[in-house]
């Protein structure tokens, strides 16, 4: 795709629109000329520079990576509208894609019926979810595993819900007899499965979280902002295949959440979250004298918390399904690459001298560490600090990675022989999101033992 050309003929598209309403005067308080405009631009081209590469496979840090082109030419011709999908009279044609988005989000998880929206975010979304989980338990608490995101804890400090943290198996999971023990106890309404955590991406056994939710009279909730995508993987054959039970239990679950802005290929600003039951929709029941006059059908901020969103998003969105569709054959095969590219860099750390596999990848989410060293904590956790700032400072061959600390239990709990001389240790950490990453990494892992063998 010519990027250049498609955003050319994006704003092409909308000016050809704009004409059919007759020509205006601009208002001269806006007018800029191009040479002051040209002056500020390069200022701001220049600002950011100072950027990490987040496109390119050397960069294998965070979950981050530039839109599909696409997205941006999406975003780009609905952002010169610039509608408004809280309400159908800010955005008719944006708010209809998003319905249709949403619609093929909630059949990518089985869902039967649905109610949903898109949000600014993995952390609204949950909030959301949250929300109508307090709302339909009122009284009663929301359980979630110690490796859940951090936003679990503190939204329910927002909503005022007690939050307890359930503890997880040797491969980061939600431990399913502890969590037993506590919704025997009564005092939780629902419990959060994370299927894919940001730290290890481990994926909770949801499943088996559902039995005993059930069992318990207890909802469930899905945290799939970053692990959603790849329920296009489950039961797939070759070596991305991912064991489909997690994934097909989610259909049963109550609620997920799912962020387009991390594995489904847009610009920030775009979570969703979905019910199952679409009654869910009476928790949301608000008036609003200024809004909701066009149209007596469904506006999307009638069942939302958010009031402005960019229906931009939705655009952008819409524009990437229609040529990547949420289907095995489709992003399914750019999550493929991540996943393939995580486990062949496993294989090749479990058989270096240099370096170590912290836990054998679920997802596309690497941990590993510096194994030259005294197996101490301390000694491994200065050495990973050493690797990643030498990998990003080499003004020939910058590598860029990202740290997860990890406790020293937890540690232990996966290489015992390592000693506990510190309360925890920080270890290296890399998402394979980019579909370039699997012809990359043997580069990466030879330029990693490099640089473990220098800071040894
Ligand atoms: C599992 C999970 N939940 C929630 C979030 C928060 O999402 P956001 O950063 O879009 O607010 C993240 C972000 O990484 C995540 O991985």
């Given at each position: 795709?010519d990027l ?25 308080s806006?007018?800029v000329?191009?040479?002051?405009f040209?002056a ?6 220049s ?9 390119h496979p050397?960069?294998?840090?965070q ?8 997205a941006?030419?999406?975003y780009?011709?609905a952002?010169l509208?610039n ?9 008719p044609?944006?708010?209809a894609?998003e319905k ?5 989000l909630?059949?990518?998880?089985g869902f039967?019926?649905?109610l949903?929206?898109l949000t ?9 979810a949250l929300?109508v ?10 359980a979630y595993s ?5 936003t679990?804890?503190r939204?329910?400090?927002v909503?005022g819900i ?7 198996d040797?491969?980061?999971?939600m431990?399913v007899?502890e969590?037993?023990?506590l919704?025997?106890g009564g005092r939780?309404g ?10 290890l ?9 559902l ?8 909802r469930?909730?899905v945290?799939a902002?970053?692990?959603g995508?790849f329920?296009l993987?489950a ?7 991912l ?5 097909q ?6 609620s997920v959440v799912?962020d387009p802005?991390k594995?489904?290929l ?5 979570g969703?979250v979905l ?11 608000h008036?609003s004298?200024?809004?909701?006059f066009?149209s007596?059908?469904?506006?999307l901020?009638e069942?939302s918390?958010?009031?402005?969103r960019?229906?931009a998003?939705?655009?952008?969105l819409?524009?990437t ?11 399914g ?7 393939r590219?995580a486990l062949d860099?496993a294989?090749l750390?479990?058989s270096?001298a ?5 836990q054998q990848?679920?997802l596309d989410i690497?941990?590993?560490f ?11 956790d200065?050495?990973s ?5 030498a990998g ?8 860029f990675?990202s ?6 239990g ?9 000693a506990a001389?510190?309360?925890?240790a920080?270890i290296l950490r890399?998402v394979?999101?980019?579909p370039e990453h ?7 892992h030879?330029?990693l033992?490099?640089l473990?063998?220098r800071?040894?």
């Open positions: 795709m250049k050309r498609w955003l050319t003929e994006a704003a092409l598209a909308v000016q050809d629109w704009q004409e059919g309403f007759g020509g205006y005067a601009p208002h001269e806006m007018q000329s191009d040479e002051r040209g500020a631009f390069a200022e701001l081209a600002r950011l520079t100072d950027n990490y590469p987040f496109f050397a960069y294998a840090g979950m981050l990576k530039p839109p599909h082109p696409a941006v030419a999406g780009l011709a952002m509208i509608p408004n999908n809280h309400a159908l009279d800010g955005g044609a944006t708010a894609m249709e988005v949403v619609s093929q909630a059949a990518m998880f039967r019926e649905h949903g929206h600014t975010s993995g952390t609204i979304a949950n909030l959301e929300y989980a307090r709302e339909s338990h009122p009284g009663l608490g929301i110690a490796e859940a995101h951090y679990h804890g939204m329910c400090g909503l007690e939050g307890t943290t359930i503890g997880t040797e491969a980061g999971r431990d007899s969590l037993d023990d919704l025997a939780i629902t419990v959060v499965a994370t299927a894919g955590t940001t730290g991406g481990a994926i909770d056994p949801v499943h088996e979280v039995a005993v939710a059930r069992r318990h009279g207890v469930v909730h945290d902002a970053y692990g995508f329920t993987l039961g797939q054959g070759g070596p991305a295949a064991d489909p039970a997690p994934w239990a989610i259909a049963g679950c109550d799912v802005h594995h489904g847009q610009p920030y600003g775009c969703a019910f199952a039951d679409p009654a869910a929709g009476r928790f949301y029941l008036d004298p200024y809004t909701y066009t007596g059908e469904l506006h901020g069942i918390l958010e009031c402005s960019a229906g998003a939705a655009a952008a819409w524009l399904f229609r040529l990547l569709p949420p289907s095995p054959d489709g992003l095969q750019v999550l493929a690459a991540g996943r590219a860099w294989a750390l479990r270096s240099d370096l170590d596999l912290y990848p679920e690497v941990c590993y510096p194994a030259g060293q005294s197996r101490s904590a301390a000694a491994i200065a050495a600090a050493r690797v990643m700032q990003m400072s080499d003004p020939d061959e910058a590598v990675l740290t997860l600390r990890v406790s020293a937890a540690f232990r709990r996966r290489r015992p022989d390592i001389d510190s309360g925890e920080r890399s394979l999101m980019k699997e012809a990359f990494v043997p580069r990466l030879a330029r033992e490099q473990a063998r800071a040894g």
